[in-house]
């Protein structure tokens, strides 16, 4: 057990020299495995050998896909984590493996979905934590603190989901005030810039690189039919070609940037206070809007080719796969999942 993950973390430090960085490393053969030829090599699966290879190689006949979407040891960050979509995926990074994941919200303390979620992640054992922050998305200070922390306590940072947004009621875009408008690109735009510096600063620290998973939105590449919605379209838009950006500026330190764009998804939210149920009309994502407007679910549902929404667990293995080695090639790319909302 520790010899193999020994064995991993030489061979990920061996394939860590960024391929651009040597004209000779990009000339050098090597010979594969299986001895059948030589070409180029400029990186190695930290599970090598792997695929046809292993296969050519006479490698042990074991199936290695799984063991590529592990995420055993490494410690991840998640923003919007108390609930919804953000406390689905954070759930998932621990099943995958990951030994903590920080979640961070704005309460000051984790709410009775996420103390669920904590002790469920704790049952499965290995080791597996859910671990919980408080801070504001849109305050870079307190963004970069809560990283520095992480990276103090775990000596290692290599999976950021950024999941905090926030929605807007529907609001003409001719009269748009200018305060709504800051308020949604403050959650949505610098928010998730600053979750991506908190985590991002920790993996180039590490030096280990790292995926770093913005979400964006469907409403980032389309516009929702009688939606009026400019903020948060204007936002996720934002989204999408920050991933692109930051991909190309981190990936010589083997950190990789995505967007997952997802479409119409329900996510329930119980509010724990009298306060909350007020707030929670212009505060939640999916539920304001079904709960209030039952008849948005048919229409909704008829807005893609798959007939209805999506489940929040059915991210759970898009986001596994951006924040594992098995989408080591994957960059500045938008993945969208919609059920097909988009391609209509
Ligand atoms: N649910 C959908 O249909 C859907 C579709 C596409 C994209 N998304 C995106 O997915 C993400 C999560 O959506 P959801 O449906 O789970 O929403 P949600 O409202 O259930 O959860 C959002 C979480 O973000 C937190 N948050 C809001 N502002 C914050 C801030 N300033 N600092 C820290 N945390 C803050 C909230 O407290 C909440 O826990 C959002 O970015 C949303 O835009 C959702």
């Not at 929040?312 to 090639?329: I, K, M, N, Y």
């Amino acid at each position: 057990m520790f010899a193999h993950i020994s064995r991993q973390i030489a061979v990920r430090a061996a394939s860590r020299a960024h391929p651009l960085s040597s004209a000779i490393a990009r000339r050098r053969l090597t010979t594969t495995p299986s001895g059948l030829g030589s070409r180029p090599v400029q990186s190695v699966s930290p599970l090598a050998p792997i695929g046809v290879e292993a296969a050519l190689a006479g490698a042990p006949a074991e199936p290695k896909i799984f063991a590529e979407f592990a995420l055993t040891d490494r410690v991840a960050l998640v923003s919007g984590a108390n609930r919804g979509l953000g406390l689905e995926m954070a759930l998932a990074l621990a099943e995958a493996g990951a030994r903590a994941v920080y979640c961070v919200d704005l309460p000051a303390a984790p709410g009775a979905e996420w103390e669920a979620v904590r002790a469920h992640v704790a049952r499965m054992g290995g080791g597996r934590r859910l671990e919980y922050a408080s801070a504001d998305v849109r305050d870079q200070e307190a963004m970069w603190d809560v990283g520095d922390e992480v990276g103090a306590r775990e000596g290692r940072l290599d999976v950021c989901v950024a999941a905090a947004g926030v929605l807007r009621a529907h609001t003409d875009c001719l009269e748009y005030p200018a305060e709504q408008f800051r308020e949604v690109v403050d959650v949505n735009a610098n928010g998730v810039l600053f979750t991506a510096q908190a985590a991002g600063r920790q993996m180039a620290r590490f030096g280990n690189g790292g995926s770093i998973v913005l979400i964006a939105s469907m409403s980032g590449s389309i516009t929702n039919r009688d939606h009026a919605w400019v903020s948060y379209n204007s936002s996720k838009a934002a989204v999408v070609q920050m991933a692109r950006s930051m991909a190309c500026e981190l990936g010589p330190r083997k950190i990789r940037v995505n967007s997952l764009s997802p479409g119409h998804i329900y996510t329930t939210y119980v509010p724990q206070t009298a306060q909350a149920t007020a707030r929670a009309i212009v505060d939640v994502m999916t539920a304001a809007y079904l709960d209030t407007q039952p008849e948005l679910l048919d229409k909704w549902s008829s807005l893609n080719p798959l007939g209805r929404i999506g489940r929040p667990d059915e991210l759970r293995g898009v986001v596994t796969w951006l924040a594992s080695d098995a989408s080591s090639f994957c960059t500045g790319s938008d993945i969208l999942v919609s059920g097909g909302h988009h391609a209509w």
